[in-house]
T-cell receptor, first 111, second 113 residues
Framework: NAGVTQTPKFRILKIGQSMTLQCTQDMNHNYMYWYRQDPGMGLKLIYYSVGAGITDKGEVPNGYNVSRSTTEDFPLRLELAAPSQTSVYFC??????????FGEGSWLTVV | TQLLEQSPQFLSIQEGENLTVYCNSSSVFSSLQWYRQEPGEGPVLLVTVVTGGEVKKLKRLTFQFGDARKDSSLHITAAQPGDTGLYLCAGAPPTSGTYKYIFGTGTRLKVLA
């Protein structure tokens, strides 16, 4: 079972570069999320989506953009990368009254 | 402002000891979830509590939802090294949509053999 798949696993970016973190889920979940986790800390919600074509800001959306053209895919775009965006990023999805299922994480370093 | 505050932030105990982790909020939640995260992995669901005053047990772990549904606790009896990890509570604040899940600040537990 694939579950939630996110790529890349590791990436080093230079300040000012842009990149897209890919996320896909094969569980037909309507709800998808992007979180970031700084070392030793909890997860902060960046953006979320309740269905294809619908996205909304989370707790820390600045510097990021998302799109949800299909139920399966929820890419996260970083524009003009900054050192403050160095973090571990988790994509997740869930269904009604269900657990949140997470991808394996993407380690991003901005130098 | 952090909607879900966890305490303690760090906990290091000996094998066999008991411990309690707290998740507190000033907001009422329709439900709270508890997750455990191991290094290099995503969080994994332990339990969901829904009813005020509810108590759920998962082997040596006991979860309680406060009567007012503003807080929850996780109690581990006779902790083992395998319990080591980051414990996170999560919920969707009622004023922000049913599925806008946010996470608590986390409690990092280390159980020493």
């Amino acid at each position: 079972n694939a579950g939630v798949t996110q790529t890349p696993k590791f990436r080093i970016l230079k300040i000012g570069q842009s990149m897209t973190l890919q996320c896909t889920q094969d569980m037909n979940h309507n709800y998808m999320y992007w979180y970031r986790q700084d070392p030793g800390m909890g997860l902060k919600l960046i953006y979320y989506s309740v269905g294809a074509g619908i996205t909304d800001k989370g707790e820390v959306p600045n510097g990021y953009n998302v799109s949800r053209s299909t139920t399966e895919d929820f890419p996260l775009r970083l524009e003009l990368a900054a050192p403050s965006q160095t973090s571990v990023y988790f994509c997740a999805s869930t269904h009604i009254r269900s657990a949140i299922y997470f991808g394996e994480g993407s380690w991003l370093t901005v130098v | 402002t952090q909607l879900l505050e966890q305490s303690p932030q760090f906990l290091s105990i000996q094998e066999g000891e008991n411990l309690t982790v707290y998740c507190n909020s000033s907001s009422v939640f329709s439900s709270l979830q508890w997750y455990r995260q191991e290094p290099g992995e995503g969080p994994v669901l332990l339990v969901t509590v829904v009813t005020g005053g509810e108590v759920k047990k998962l082997k040596r772990l006991t979860f309680q939802f406060g009567d007012a549904r503003k807080d929850s606790s996780l109690h581990i009896t006779a902790a083992q090294p395998g319990d080591t990890g980051l414990y996170l509570c999560a919920g969707a604040p009622p004023t922000s949509g049913t599925y806008k899940y946010i996470f608590g600040t986390g409690t990092r537990l280390k159980v020493l053999a």
